[in-house]
């Protein structure tokens, strides 16, 4: 087989494998449905991320919104990365044992979710190994179109997800510290970046306009989960994520910093994980650094290892990545896998287990937040059955997180439900101009204690209808609450309250300072 042929027959084993992996019996995440509905509210940025994603999830809504619809483009895209390194091994004269080598990452390491899972991580790693990319084939050919490859590829990568800015900052800062005049005296890299800038700019037009809430998600990262890393962590995720193919990034990341030619490739890789570290970020928002450094690595290794050796990396690959599925993807329901993890302690040792809250659980978060989510549509759907057609014409259907608002209006349409809402990350800007002309608030919250706090008495009648019972979902304990007859007080205070959630998001925590808050009860309306 001729190279460049094993390299999309790799590339297409790499897009079909996932499915083949997990099992059917898991629904969407969380954070995807976050995204297909941000698809329903098209514009040039959330809360939370960039626009770029809400342009596949607009296409997953399109195409009916089924599982396979969500999980195509991270499977596809992790597939066209891969053609991106397969094609640099082949420009830095690798063959076949390299383009399988510079593989085995992409399906035995965290690549394997990553590309599983429709979140901006999959598009950051494309953008992060394009714009590289395209750096490279300048530095081989001399061509300005590959600058423009990696201006356009920053571009879209700020249009993902904003940690493109650290990588281009370490490649930056790599060109500088290589004193790399090739690619700095070109003009064509300085337009290059400007039009990266240009396609990124509605983005930055919408965060002013908004007040720059991502600053505000950013801190709300910070206070909840960030400050709890460390960089000990952060420095032992980075060996554990690729530790199937050590071998291959090292030596990549040993051949650039030799190489004067690609040495701003190192450079950046230092830099950015040095930046990360310094920010507390989370382990996985380095990994778009990886792809090129398998790229440098597999040819290295073809040339210098002995057939012996070859077949030695290749097994050893295989039999680490055979270890990591399990933790990677959920190949069996949600309580075999639980008892999987009892009897195979990896997932512990590895710290698989452990949630945001810093405990250790029965199955890893990502999974824990892939269940429930139809369970927890058909009682809301039971609920508003119960009610009179007049009943149903003045109800708010209101949720704690926007878990839950997504998963009522993803599943929603097909029991018969309205729209939800709820004040929770980009949710905040959908709620209808009218929110507070209810008189039956259905409410459902992840607060076990909802019925202690005071709020609760401005209604007539506040029965918890149903709750979720699922040992191994995010979502167990949750509270179906059927609030009926609100007061005026209650009505005035819940848009009093939306008022400050929204002011909250641009004055980045000046709204702590007010206490006027009604509703403040430091629980999940609060």
């Not at 891969?82 to 593989?103: E, P």
């Not at 800015?165 to 790599?174: E, K, M, Q």
């Not at 990677?328 to 009892?342: E, N, Q, S």
Request: aromatic share 16%.
């Amino acid at each position: 087989m001729k190279p460049i042929r094993l390299l999309y027959f790799l590339a297409l084993i790499k897009l079909i494998v996932p499915f083949l992996i997990q099992s059917p019996v898991w629904g969407p995440h969380r954070d995807e449905l976050l995204y297909l509905a941000e698809a329903r509210h098209m514009t040039w940025g959330y809360m939370e991320a960039p626009p770029l994603l809400s342009v596949f999830a607009w296409l997953t809504n399109l195409l009916g919104g089924a599982m396979w619809a969500i999980k195509i483009w991270p499977s596809l895209v992790g597939a066209m990365t891969y053609v991106l390194v397969g094609r640099l091994v082949l420009h830095l004269g690798g063959r076949w044992f390299a383009l399988v080598l510079a593989w085995m990452p992409f399906v035995t390491g965290a690549w394997l979710r990553m590309h599983f899972l429709f979140q901006p991580n999959f598009l950051d790693i494309f953008c992060w190994t394009a714009m590289a990319y395209g750096l490279i084939r300048f530095q081989q050919t001399g061509r300005s179109v590959h600058l423009y490859v990696a201006g356009v590829s920053f571009g879209l990568g700020m249009l993902a997800k904003y940690t493109m800015a650290f990588y281009a900052t370490g490649l930056l800062a790599g060109l500088l510290l290589s004193r790399d005049k090739k690619i700095l005296a070109n003009r064509h890299f300085y337009y290059a970046i400007g039009l990266g800038l240009l396609l990124f700019l509605p983005n930055l037009l919408w965060e002013a306009r908004h007040g720059f809430p991502i600053v505000y998600h950013m801190k709300t990262l910070q206070d909840n989960q960030l400050q709890y890393l460390s960089a000990w962590t952060f420095l032992k995720d980075q060996l554990l994520y690729n530790v199937a193919t050590l071998f291959t990034w090292v030596t990549g990341l040993i051949w650039a910093a030799r190489t004067k030619q690609y040495r701003f490739v190192a450079w950046a890789f230092i830099v950015t994980l040095a930046l990360l570290v310094i920010g507390h970020g989370k382990s996985y928002y380095s990994q778009g650094a990886y792809p090129i450094l398998f790229a440098m690595g597999a040819p290295r290794l073809e040339a210098w290892a002995d057939k012996w050796w070859k077949i030695g990396m290749l097994a050893f690959s295989l039999f680490i990545g055979i270890l990591l599925i399990p933790l990677l993807l959920p190949f069996k329901g949600p309580a075999p896998l639980a008892d999987y993890y009892v009897h195979h302690p990896l997932a512990r040792k590895v710290g698989a287990l452990r949630w945001e809250d810093q405990q250790d659980h029965s199955l890893p978060q990502d999974f824990a937040d892939m269940l429930s989510w139809e369970e927890l549509t058909q009682k809301v759907a039971r609920a508003y059955g119960s009610l009179d057609s007049t009943e149903k014409a003045h109800t708010l259907l209101f949720c704690d997180n926007y878990g839950e608002a997504g998963a009522l209006n993803y599943y929603g349409p097909k029991y018969h439900l309205p729209l939800a809402y709820s004040d929770n990350a980009s949710f905040l800007y959908w709620m209808p101009p009218d929110y507070d002309q209810f008189d039956v608030l259905l409410l459902v919250t992840d607060d076990k204690q909802e019925m202690q706090h005071r709020f609760i008495k401005e209604f007539k009648s506040v029965p918890v209808v149903d709750s979720i019972a699922n040992p191994y979902a995010r979502e167990d304990g949750t509270l179906i609450i059927l609030l009926k007859g609100s007061s005026d007080a209650f009505r005035k205070a819940f848009r009093i309250k939306i008022d400050l959630d929204k002011l909250k998001t641009t004055a980045h925590g000046a709204v702590q300072e007010l206490k006027s808050n009604p509703l403040d009860k430091g629980g999940s309306m609060h």
